[in-house]
């Protein structure tokens, strides 16, 4: 989505009246990444008492009185009420409670996530991105079984190509980044892994930089890994999702009844 040029003043306008008042951050600070002419065109520090429904759904396009990822065998089905916002932070919050799903089956656990997509499968995406730099301040939970991720998935619902800014699986300490494309030999994936690092310890910042010729991970302003071959690079327009899935690559211990995921910002840059 290429931003018009405008003046600061108009510019300043635009953002208060695409995204209500106070919604502009003069102070926001440009990460390094960023390039040079790029300007903040979406972003939510969430500083209210609830969760902004004009710019989050709280479920999959596919939602119906909550919804699941089947495609990961997940244990868990999403609900709004596991979302909150309170103290500056946006926390997604998993407990271990037999929920029944629209889809005649029972999951052991619910939990929250939020999506820049649609609130049903016929409905309009609230906001969709082709190439930016995009980053969330996060902290994952520590209990085991959660699988938390911050990533992007075509507005056409349809995945590959799928873009994972940031997922953990089966620990903390390490984060893994993912492009997932199609070629003819089938679905293929590029796999960046950083770490050991105590994540769930704080909040820590993940990013990614994607352009017509590549795409970048980040941790903490730090790049880790890059794709930057043609057949790996999307070009279609994405939803931002935030979610905490539970059972993926195992369940959780027995010994593990809730856990939370907390969300300080999530800003998009683009040019």
Known sequence: MRA??????LAALALVL?????ATEPDTPRPTP?????TLTFHDEFDGSELDTDRWATCYDWNQDGCTNS????????LPGQVSVRDGLLSLNAERQETQGSDDRTY????????????????????????????????????????????????????????????FL??????????????????QRARGTYG????AEEHHVYGMLWTEDKVSWYVDGVERFRVTEPEQVPHV????????????PQSPPASVDAARMTVDWVRVWQE
């Open 170 to 187: 089966g620990g903390t300490d390490r984060v893994f980044m993912y492009a997932h494309w199609r070629s003819p030999e089938g679905d």
């Open 108 to 167: 052991p656990w619910r939990s929250g996530m939020i999506s820049t997509g649609r609130d049903d499968w016929y409905a309009d995406p609230r906001h969709v991105f082709t190439y930016g730099y995009f980053e969330a301040s996060i902290r994952v939970p520590e209990q085991a079984g959660m699988f938390p991720a911050f990533w992007m998935m075509p507005a056409s619902r349809f995945t590959p190509p799928e873009l994972d800014i940031m997922e």
């Open 196 to 199: 050991p690092v105590p994540f």
């Open 18 to 22: 695409a995204f209500g008042c106070g």
């Open 34 to 38: 960023v390039p040079q002419g790029w």
């Open 71 to 78: 495609g990961n065998d997940e244990e868990q089905w999403y």
């Open 4 to 9: 018009r040029r405008l003046r600061p003043a």
């Open 237 to 248: 327009p994405m939803e931002v999702l935030v979610n905490l899935a539970v059972g993926v």
